[in-house]
């Protein structure tokens, strides 16, 4: 089988999955947006998939996202979120690629972001990345400073809050991973409840290949997958995740 056969294969797989957790719960797979991550995919991977229709990406890297995309930045139906942890002196970087950043995660980088994107005149899509699991090896604002920094980033021009975005914790456990779901989503019912996000119009993305099915049971409408659909990578996901690692 041949490369472009391999991914729509896998593609149809992941739809397959997620119509079979959805219907575990009794929710509409269509409420499910499927973002591919495709950290370290060359494009000629990505390209077979945006040929099938799929043009929500996301990135972790930015020179490497930058050096993918560079000549396509104007690819109007191309949606490209990074996923990444964002250092403050990348921020003019990410700014000359996302059209969403999922891992606002601190008061100081929203700061930036704003006074970047007021100085240029335009607005961005950001979700609040909550570590749920707590662990110091992952980044993201702890649970309880979630909905403080969403009400500061409420009143900033430049950003517009759209969502939360966790990772779950990389367990065989699954009670310890849908513990972490289960704790975005109940961060996201407080922050409908405080008008910090809209109840018909939120993001929860949580969810890759390994654990999708738990997220979308606890909430998740939009799952981000890479490994499942492009293959292995040389490092497993931890690496991406990793504080103590050089993640840019």
Known sequence: MDLESDIQMNLQNIQERIQRACLQVGRDPAEIRLLLATKTVPLSKIDIAIQEGYALLGENKVQEALAKFGSRLNDAHIERHFIGHVQTNKVNQVLRFATCIQSVDRLKLAQ???NRLRNEGRTL???VQVNTSQEESKFGIIPDRAL???EAIN??????LKGLMTI???SRDADKVRACFQTLRMLKDEAVYAHLLDEENYVLSMGMSHD????IEEGANLIRVGT???GKRKYDDTYYWNENLDVQ
């Open 112 to 114: 930036k972001l704003d």
């Open 125 to 127: 899509d950001v979700y």
């Open 148 to 150: 403080s920094l969403m």
């Open 155 to 160: 009143g900033m021009e430049g950003l517009h």
């Open 168 to 170: 779950g914790l990389f």
């Open 212 to 215: 999708l099915e738990i997220a």
């Open 228 to 230: 499942a659909i492009f």
